[in-house]
């Protein structure tokens, strides 16, 4: 006798496995990364930039609407500049930049503006 799939029997992948649409590859951002980890067929990595992505304003997503109708208007969703792969944030994160927090000056300096010339 089978049992159902439950949240208690699926593993923390499957837990966290987002849904997926016909038109879009839908993945969970790492913590901390910037850049597509998507494999083509000959097993090479996209690497392609993560952008913020609004998809409530671009053209060829308004005619296919699948997004917009699962997940609202406007939700955070980052997209690979090459192969179109969509990102949801990963839920451990607090920043919502794609960029990260970036890091403070060792020597805590603050470096004051050019002057400009006359």
């Known amino acids: 006798m089978a049992t159902p799939t439950t949240e208690q029997n699926m593993t923390p992948e499957e837990q966290l496995a987002p849904q997926q649409f016909a038109n879009h590859k839908v993945k969970v951002k790492k913590s901390g990364q910037r850049s597509c980890n998507e494999l083509n067929e000959k097993a090479k990595m996209c690497a392609g930039h993560l952008k913020r992505w609004y998809y409530s304003t671009d053209a060829i997503e308004r005619e296919c609407g699948d997004l917009e109708s699962a997940w ?21 994160e607090k920043t919502h930049n794609v960029a990260g927090l970036g890091r403070i000056s060792d020597f805590g300096l603050t470096v004051p503006a050019k002057e400009e010339k006359q």
């Open 72 to 92: 609202g208007k406007n939700a955070e969703v980052y997209r690979c500049e090459y192969c179109r792969t969509l990102y949801l944030p990963n839920a451990q």
